[in-house]
């Protein structure tokens, strides 16, 4: 019996155990049949930047041809958040151009960001930004979830002007209450319009915090947040009334002057409704010592922040006060940068200083980088233009303001300003400290940006509450013509006298395509009284004065004038046609003019020209000498000025010379431009 029972209790032990492994089997079948959800990898393309992505780790999928230095990268292995992310991802080696799966992960800002070249992508230096990012292979961690679809920073709304935040601003405090913060449009509505007396108390650490902006911030050339909480704010130390008539000391950096439908809130300037705008006093027509066509270009980088540029904004009022700005004295346009400059207004919109303070408090800023070259290449091209309002017979200045130092590279494009005439100055408020200096893109980017590195063009300011100590030295600056060297170019600047062998072996086609030649040359120049004049000698065994450098002192007339030169005939004799154009045609030279001598012959001369040459040479005489046909090579090196290289030529042909206008005219602006700057 007790065998019966040990048999049965085993059979019910298989029984279960069987039944066991047939329910976890059937479990394990179950879960392979549920499917989990995949993981849908979101695809962005190359122009992408970190940080228009709010996600903090994320994985995206680039396409191909993110290669390329349309799609800009900063930083090096670090990279910070306004790089293309797959241009990043290309630059670090995780990536290359076909494109793939990548891994991003948000981390803190950097103190600085290192260019390099790498993988076929040159990244760019940068100083200080707020957010960074780093990138490895798009292999999902075990355990984190990542987005399927990405979370990108919302556009604006419309009623938002481009590169401003909405803030937040609390409203005046109440015994017994406490204040509660209001956005700007929550101001609409019966409120009374608060007098310029009225005052707004500091906004709290959570109110308008920078945090809240749409772009990141740079703060790479000086806290955002330090100047946020400076309790000192800018005031006008001009003593004109009109220069200060509207605009009030605040404490609160949240407090500016701003309109939101109509309804005023103070963001820092507070207007004084009762104050009429309209002035009882004539019009000025300007200051007429100071007449000066003006460009400034001011900083409108995100660096800079909106406490800094709201001085920077008073600068330019008093800067435009003290110069009494007027159709017959100076005029002024400005131009805002950031990554890339807009003109906030030219030359001939504001014809006085009232006016343009009103232009000037209506700016607001871009925000971006501070691409400072590519600002000044904009001037350069665009800006002193007829259509801007240009007159032509005053200087052209621009003056640049920088806060820290700039993100691209300046001397290029201002050594091409200064060929152009224009003299620049440069204002640099808070610069690099010795510990940033490495992060500066362009070493000592002000000596190789201005006209002349003596200290005149330079103005470098310690802090920017100092500022306005700054006017009247760059006012005085500005106004004195006689040292604007910028404004003489190797087109404006010169005494220009050619010789021309008018021998039997030239031939009456051959000298008027000479003259033609001529004719060329003399059109590249800005011929007048006060710039380049024209002046021409004919010789064969003798010299004759076809014209002098006053007799004419307009383009068109010498052009006709040298029509009018008739074709002399006879032998060759250069050392006497150089004495003689020294003594008739140098002599009366102005003192503050280049002189160049231009000689054109077709064979060996008759007489000696070494002592000639050489005399032209302790006179000043820069002499380019041409060569056509059997001139010979060795006397036109020993006419010509030293390097003879630059400035002998030699063409086989006469119909050939009009090939040598781009190349003399080259080397006569080379030359003039590689004088010392200082």
């Not at 293309?84 to 290309?90: F, I, L, N, Q």
């Not at 100590?469 to 600047?493: G, I």
Request: glycine share 8%; charged share 20%.
């Amino acid at each position: 019996m007790g065998s019966v029972v040990l048999t049965m209790k085993a059979s019910v032990t298989e029984m279960f155990l069987v039944l066991l492994v047939t329910g976890v089997q059937s479990n394990k079948e179950m879960t392979k049949k549920i499917k989990r959800p995949k993981f849908t990898v979101p695809q962005i393309n190359c122009d992408v930047k970190a940080g228009k992505i709010i996600n903090p780790e994320f994985v995206v999928k680039c396409p191909a041809g993110c290669q390329d230095p349309r799609y800009h990268v900063y930083g090096t292995d670090v990279y910070a958040s306004y790089s293309s992310v797959c241009g990043a991802a290309v630059h670090s080696g995780v990536l290359d151009n076909s494109g793939g799966k990548i891994l991003i992960r948000k981390v803190a800002g950097q103190s600085g960001y290192k260019g390099s070249y790498s993988n076929g992508i040159q990244s760019l230096s940068l100083p200080r930004w707020r957010e960074s990012f780093v990138v490895s292979e798009g292999k999902p961690q075990k355990g984190v979830t990542y987005p399927s679809a990405l979370t990108y920073s919302s556009s604006k709304s419309p009623a938002a002007k481009a590169g401003e935040t909405t803030e937040t601003y609390p409203r005046p405090s109440v015994p017994g209450t406490t204040a509660q913060p209001v956005t700007p449009m929550q101001v609409l509505g019966p409120s009374p319009v608060r007098t310029a007396q009225s005052s707004l108390p500091k906004p709290s650490p959570s109110a308008g915090s920078p945090t809240s902006s749409l772009r990141p911030q740079p703060v790479g050339h000086r806290s955002w947040e330090r100047d946020r909480w400076s309790t000192t704010t800018y005031v006008s130390r001009q003593n004109n009334p009109r220069a200060t008539a509207g605009i009030q000391r605040q404490d609160s950096p949240g407090a500016a002057f701003q309109k939101s439908a109509g309804v005023p809130v103070s963001l820092g300037f507070v207007q004084k409704e009762e104050l009429s705008t309209q002035s009882s006093e004539p019009v000025s027509q300007g200051d007429p010592n100071c007449k000066v066509d003006l460009s400034f270009l001011i900083d409108g980088s995100s660096g800079i922040g909106k406490r800094r540029f709201r001085i920077q904004k008073q600068f330019l009022t008093d800067v435009a006060q003290a110069l009494d700005i007027g159709p017959a004295g100076p005029l002024m346009g400005v131009v805002q940068y950031g990554d890339n400059p807009a003109t906030q207004f030219n030359l001939k919109t504001h014809m006085n200083s009232w006016d343009l303070k009103t232009a000037i408090e209506k700016i607001t800023q871009r925000g971006g980088l501070s691409n400072v070259g590519r600002a000044i290449s904009s001037v350069t091209k665009n800006f002193f233009s007829k259509a801007n309002g240009n007159r032509g017979t005053a200087p052209n200045v621009a003056v640049v303001m920088v806060d820290g130092w700039p993100t691209d590279k300046v001397e290029e494009a201002s050594r091409l300003a200064r060929e152009s005439g224009i003299n620049i100055f440069f204002i640099t408020i808070e610069g690099a400290a010795e510990k940033e200096k490495q992060y500066v893109v362009e070493p000592n980017f002000s000596n190789k940006a201005v006209c002349r590195t003596n200290g005149f063009y330079s103005l470098n300011v310690q802090s920017w509450l100092s500022l306005h100590k700054t006017v009247q030295p760059l006012v005085k600056r500005v106004c004195d013509t006689d040292r604007l060297a910028c404004s003489k170019t190797c087109l404006n600047s010169a005494d220009i006298g050619f010789i021309i062998d008018g021998s039997s072996s030239v031939g009456t086609g051959n000298f008027r395509t000479v003259l033609q030649f001529v004719a060329n040359l003399s059109r590249e120049f800005e011929i007048s009284d006060t710039d380049t004049r024209i002046g021409a000698v004919q010789y064969t065994y003798e010299q004759r004065l076809e014209f002098g450098f006053d007799q004419y002192s307009s383009k068109s007339d010498i052009l006709n004038a040298i029509k009018r030169v008739g074709y002399w005939s006879g032998g060759t004799s250069t050392g006497a046609a150089i004495n003689y154009a020294l003594e008739q045609l140098f002599k009366k030279s102005k003192l503050n003019k280049r002189k160049l001598m231009i000689l054109i012959t077709d064979g060996r001369s008759y007489d000696d020209v070494r002592i000639p040459a050489i005399t032209a040479h302790h006179q000043g005489v820069i002499t380019y000498a041409i060569g056509v046909a059997w001139a010979a090579l060795d006397e036109l090196d020993i006419i010509a000025t030293h390097p003879a290289k630059d400035h002998s030529f030699f063409v086989d042909e006469f119909d050939h010379l009009y090939k040598f206008v781009p190349k003399v005219i080259q080397n006569i602006c080379t030359e003039f431009n590689s004088q010392p700057r200082n």
